[in-house]
């Protein structure tokens, strides 16, 4: 790995490649890269565990799922619209994660390299 | 009225031809006036990256709500209740893993193809030539199974019956595919899908109101009557008419809905649309404009496809030509007679046109941006040539399809788009997801985790029960089905992590460090992502 300061061409060029490293290293990538991993991957892990209990129950738990729970409304027909709403909440959940933890320090990063000369 | 009765078609087949072609004078229109800034690769592949994100939004789901989840999935509701709303469930979740994992990093990362983000940081020619196979094989695949369902659709809504007119009709839908995306380019692909989508939800938030109006709003009674009038009482409103009857039916059930939840995120024409737009965000925004829009549509054919058996009867439907294809369209009639039968028709062909549109110009962009420009001619070419690769390119995959299309009429071929979703989760998933997100993934990794995870699902396709042993196999008479599921996901989507794996560490090549930082921080960051043309 070359430690050698390679000289920045001005603002808006992407840096060469010694800089790529030099950012990838910096304390503040390291942060917004765990902010970002510590959220997506539990969240995905969750919202595939819930999905695939709600398939698995639909296959094998035919009797739960068909129990009326007023009117014609069955405990599956209830489960099934809660996946719709949990989609929805963790869309929601995400998109204000992003814009207040992820978007500022990402921004951060971005003017520092691409515009920090100025 | 009487036609009905008949069997042989609806409503009138000159009020449906008459508002389809509305439609497509409006949308060639729209596609010739997006052409005059049709210049550059980035006009022709991405359209100038200027699309907003709701904008693009919209056009992602009219990208992904095919004629399949469209029509399909009412009918499906209709015939056997719950099982439809089961399978539409999956199509909507999948979407959150576009949503965390895939849209924005690769917007940041890629500038028209899956291929650019998987051979980022790789050996260039062999990963890009395996993106584009993988790329080419679930268009082609999903390609397929759309134009074959145009034939269903003609003898319903326009009553030709022959063979040879459909075939006429194939080609003429396939001509005029090929044309926006010869003139348009991905600017008027993305108008076609933007006005579809717009109409087919119009259509649905229209159908379902009026029969939340029949039925004073009341989803019990709705359910109630659907129940009464399907001749099977409660199981509709439960699990399991349609899957898993037996205990490798329930296997095969699972391995669908794991290959639906994973595969979207997989789908390369789905991928490129994040392309459209300036930057990351916007790829997010478009994102949750799909979910919402998509979200919305399959709880509105939960409406469609109860009142449709309430209102029309499975046993109307299953007679009627192109079977439970045919719900949403006789519901249309029944509620709103000719004019709104009309309407949805139209609609219903609209989609076939945008869905395959977007298909062509994804398939055409890979041969010509990663295959060519790439392998071929390893990036020394004038500027011009790739974008006119890229349209001949087109022609000849309207081309195929068309004769494809004619081919397949009639067949029993629905598994293909189980086949494209399980390729795209098994190929095409695992490798843009150790890209993104594993230092040491190397070429070696990549390739064995794009072939390995196509060949399996090609070749358990083969080997199963879609293809051949029962009534119902596309060569019923034949017997070769020794691998008992027909939803390959279960087996081939671990597979192909696995191989991922293996190859990254049985190959011992350092990936390069510099290129990995590189990646990272573009893909995190946004820094030097490409930016929109200003016209």
Redesign the interface.
């Known amino acids: 790995m070359s430690t050698l300061e390679q000289p920045r061409t001005g603002g808006g060029d992407p840096p060469s490649g010694a800089d790529w490293e030099d950012i990838q290293r910096s304390a503040e990538f390291a942060e917004l890269r765990r902010r970002l991993r510590s959220f997506v991957f539990p969240m995905t892990v969750a919202f595939l565990a819930w999905y695939m209990l709600y398939v698995l129950m639909a296959t094998y738990a035919r009797g739960f799922m068909g129990t009326k729970l007023f009117g014609n409304i069955t405990v599956g027909l209830v489960f099934g619209l809660l996946q719709f709403v949990s989609t929805f909440l963790i869309t929601w959940a995400y998109v204000r994660y992003a814009n207040n933890r992820l978007d500022p320090l990402a921004t951060q990063i971005r003017h520092r390299i691409e515009g920090g000369e100025r | 009225m009487t036609t009905l009765a008949q069997g042989t078609s609806v409503g009138d087949p000159l009020v449906n031809l008459s508002i389809f072609l509305v439609f497509v004078a409006i949308t060639l229109v729209v596609v010739f006036k997006a052409s005059r800034r049709t210049r550059t690769a980035s006009d022709y592949y991405a359209a100038g990256r200027a699309f907003t994100g709701p904008q693009n939004g919209v056009a992602i789901s009219g990208d992904y709500l095919s004629a399949a989840s469209f029509l399909g999935i009412a009918g499906a509701i209709a015939i056997f209740g ?1 099982d439809g ?2 399978y539409s ?2 199509f ?2 999948a ?3 576009a ?3 895939v849209a924005e990093l690769l917007r940041n990362t890629g500038r028209f193809t899956m291929g650019d983000v998987l051979s980022f940081r790789m050996r260039q020619r062999p990963v890009r030539a395996a993106a584009a196979t993988s790329t080419l094989a679930v268009s082609f695949f999903y390609l397929l199974a759309q134009m074959a369902g145009a034939g269903g659709l003609v003898a319903l809504l326009l009553n030709v019956g022959s063979k040879t007119g459909q075939a006429f009709v194939i080609a003429g839908v396939g001509l005029l595919m090929v044309l926006y995306v010869l003139v348009g380019g991905m600017r008027g692909t993305t108008w076609v899908q933007i006005i579809k989508a717009v109409l087919l939800i119009s259509g649905a938030i229209v159908m379902t109101i009026w029969v939340a109006w029949l039925f004073k709003a ?4 709705l ?2 009557d659907a ?1 009464a009038d399907s001749g099977k009482g ?1 199981a509709v ?4 008419l349609l ?2 009857k037996d205990a490798v039916g ?1 296997i095969d ?2 391995s669908l ?2 290959a639906l ?1 994973l595969g979207t995120a997989g789908l390369p024409h789905i991928l490129m649309r994040f392309y459209t737009v300036p930057n990351a ?1 916007e790829a ?1 925004r478009s ?2 404009w799909a ?2 829009l998509i ?1 919305l549509f ?2 509105l054919t939960l409406a469609l496809g109860y009142g449709a058996a309430a209102l029309v009867g499975p046993e109307t439907i299953a007679a009627a030509p192109g079977a439970s294809n045919a719900a949403a369209p006789l519901l249309a009639f029944e509620l709103g007679g000719t004019l709104l039968l009309g309407f949805i028709s139209a609609v219903a062909f609209a989609t076939i046109l945008a869905v395959v549109a977007g298909l062509v110009i994804t398939a055409s962009a890979s041969f010509a941006h990663d295959v060519y420009a790439n392998v071929i001619k390893e990036g020394k070419f004038a500027a011009d040539d790739e974008v006119r690769v890229a349209r001949i390119t087109a022609v000849v995959i309207g081309a195929l399809s068309i004769v494809g299309g004619i081919v397949a009429n009639g067949q029993n071929i629905a598994f293909l788009v189980a086949l494209a979703f399980a390729v795209a989760a098994s190929a095409n998933l695992p490798t843009i997801l150790y890209s993104l ?1 594993w230092k040491q993934f190397n070429t070696s990794g990549a390739l064995w985790s794009i072939y390995g995870g196509l060949t399996t699902c090609v070749v358990l396709i083969v080997f199963s029960p879609a293809v051949s042993g029962k009534p119902t196999s596309m060569f019923a008479s034949l017997d070769f089905d020794v691998f008992p599921l027909a939803n390959p996901g279960l087996v081939s989507i671990p597979v192909s992590f696995l191989l991922g794996y293996l190859g990254t560490v049985l190959s011992r090549q350092n990936g390069s ?2 290129k990995y ?2 990646m ?3 893909a ?5 992502s490409e930016k929109a043309t200003v016209h």
């Open positions: 719950y709303f089961l469930i999956g909507l979740v979407w959150l893993v949503l965390l994992l009341n989803l019990s009674s359910l109630g129940a409660d409103l439960n699990a399991g899957y898993g329930k059930f699972i809905s794991l939840v965000k997010r994102v949750v979910i919402a979200g399959y709880l997100f460090v510099a930082a590189e990272e921080v573009r995190l960051t946004g820094i030097g």
